[in-house]
């Protein structure tokens, strides 16, 4: 029970998870007014204005930064994670999500290919430079401001 509450009670927990829900409820919102249409799939899914991966990662770095000290090792190892988890999700995923909005259109070009396919591949799953910059800059004001 102990361990349970104090899982609950752990900065470095809850505030990535709730920053996490906060992006992912924004991106749900946003689509729905633009839209017209509510579509789950954006509170789950990856990818969108900001970056829910670049928010949680800086939040984490920068509460390390500011309660365990930017000398100590898991605030490098942390900043080290963070420039990967956000050059991943604007790099290698944005990439993929290139490849796949390719695919698709060359699969539903008539008569190009006579590969059948049940459903599209997914299309958003990376970010742009400045998605990532904005779910980052999001990410260090909540680390700050806790």
């Known amino acids: 029970m102990n361990n349970m509450l104090g899982i609950i009670q752990n900065r470095y927990i809850y505030i990535p998870f709730l920053l996490w829900f906060f992006c992912q409820t924004f991106k749900l919102l946003f689509d ?12 789950i899914g990856a990818g969108g204005m900001p970056s829910s991966h670049s ?4 939040s984490i770095t920068t509460m390390l930064g500011r309660y365990e000290g930017v000398n ?3 605030f490098a190892v942390s900043l080290i994670f963070s420039l990967i988890v956000m050059y991943d999700a604007c790099g290698v995923r944005r990439a993929a999500g290139k490849q796949a909005q390719l695919l698709n259109k060359i699969i ?5 290919t006579g590969v059948e396919v049940s459903e599209r591949l997914i299309e958003v799953l990376g970010h742009t430079p400045v998605q990532v910059f904005v779910g980052a800059g999001i990410g260090i004001i909540v680390g700050l401001i806790v």
């Open 55 to 58: 928010a949680i990662v800086t």
């Open 32 to 43: 729905l007014i633009i839209n017209r249409k509510f579509d789950f799939k954006r509170l």
């Open 72 to 74: 100590s090792s898991i």
């Open 108 to 112: 539903e070009t008539p008569g190009l």
